[in-house]
């Protein structure tokens, strides 16, 4: 089976992310989560990685680490192999826990980090039924939660010495107890109000970050795409996604609205859903052989202010819009069809 890709390079931070097998429970109960953060404290210490953030779900879990050498994969074989075994053996029992192997999504941590943060924190109360709670209780659950960082980074319970809490405090200025505050103030915001959500904004299922950043690095892999060993780590539907051509996507979103290339490509085809389209799809799926200014020239010489506020929209459309959803769905089938 081909394997996702992985960016590693020494101090580079990471958004991690895996499910149960089968969407299975991983955490049913206090003492899973209380093992997989021995887990996680060992194997840190082992291979020098920094624990900035961390949830548990039910099925599920998110860190948000960076790391001081280029180890990551290292560092998630072990500590995920050892967390299993523990865990069967507790248990009396075998096979796999994790759905596959883990995403992990490069973050440019200046940008994104404090968002990302409270993006994870968030979570115990993202579920189907907590939009259905008042403010009060919400608040009341995700300081409660006791397998998420965030009791311990804003002071309500002690903080173990491998939980990097100052990595995001030390961002605002006064003492501890003024960050903290200022802190827990901004990721309850999410709260009372809808915020961004970071993860509508990663490129190719593998980077969060500013433009120049995702250019930078962008560059580096168009470098290694050449490399066939490389190639043969590139799996799935994605091959990576970020080394899509643009004639393709074109192509796809062409043959899902029955236009031609010449009219979705025509830069003044205003409320042309098509176009609209296009744009967020060669956003999505072609920036890593393209920077968006190489995209912009290629999509009718628009800006990359123009591109970017057209990605966002349409982002925010489709998260609003069901059947917009399911035609973008349709268009994207052509693009990642083998």
Same mark, same amino acid.
Not at 301 to 317: D, E, P, Q, Y
């Given at each position: ?28 109960? &206090? ?25 548990? +779900? ?17 560092? +998630? ?9 523990? *865990? ?26 404090? &968002? ?72 309850? &915001?999410?709260?009372?109000? $809808? ?13 969060? #970050? ?6 930078? =690095? ?7 795409? $050449? ?64 920077? =968006? ?20 929209? =349409?982002?925010?459309?489709?998260? *609003?819009? *069901?059947?917009? #959803? ?11 069809? *083998?």
């Amino acid at each position: 089976m081909s394997r996702p890709l992985r960016i590693e390079y020494a101090g580079a931070c990471y958004h991690v992310i895996n499910r149960g097998n089968r969407r299975q429970t991983i955490f049913g109960t &206090e003492s899973d989560g209380e093992l997989f953060l021995e887990k996680l404290q060992e194997f840190s210490a082992v291979y020098d990685v920094r624990v900035i953030c961390y949830c548990l +779900m039910n099925n599920h879990f998110h860190l948000y680490i960076k790391t001081a050498d280029a180890n990551l994969s290292r560092f +998630m074989q072990s500590f995920l192999t050892s967390f299993t075994i523990s *865990k069967n053996r507790r248990d009396a029992s075998s096979g796999h826990l994790f759905q596959g192997r883990y995403k992990a999504i490069l973050v440019e941590d200046a940008a994104y980090g404090l &968002e990302l943060s409270r993006y994870i924190h968030l979570n115990p109360v993202r579920t189907q039924g907590g939009a259905e709670m008042g403010t009060a209780v919400r608040r009341r659950l995700l300081r409660g939660f006791r397998l998420s960082s965030y009791p311990s980074i804003i002071g309500l319970r002690s903080c173990p010495k491998w939980l990097e809490r100052t990595f995001l405090l030390d961002r605002y200025p006064g003492n501890l107890q003024a960050r903290q505050s200022v802190y827990a103030k901004y990721v309850e &915001e999410g709260l009372r109000k $809808d915020i961004d959500d970071p993860m509508k904004s990663v490129v190719a299922s593998t980077i969060l #970050g500013t433009e120049p950043f995702v250019d930078r =690095m962008r560059r580096g892999l168009v470098r290694l795409a $050449d490399n066939l060993n490389l190639r043969g780590e590139l799996g799935g539907h994605a091959r990576l996604a970020a080394w899509i051509p643009l004639d393709k996507v074109v192509l796809a979103v062409s043959k899902s609205y029955g236009s031609t290339a010449s009219d979705i490509l025509r830069k003044h085809s205003r409320n042309n859903e098509a176009r609209q389209v296009l744009l967020y799809l060669a956003c999505k799926y072609c920036r890593g052989r393209n920077s =968006m200014s190489e995209l912009g020239e290629q999509l009718g010489h628009i800006t990359v202010g123009a591109l970017s506020c057209g990605r966002f929209n =349409m982002a925010k459309r489709i998260s *609003k819009d *069901k059947s917009l #959803g399911k035609r973008v769905e349709n268009a994207e089938n052509y693009i990642i069809k *083998k």
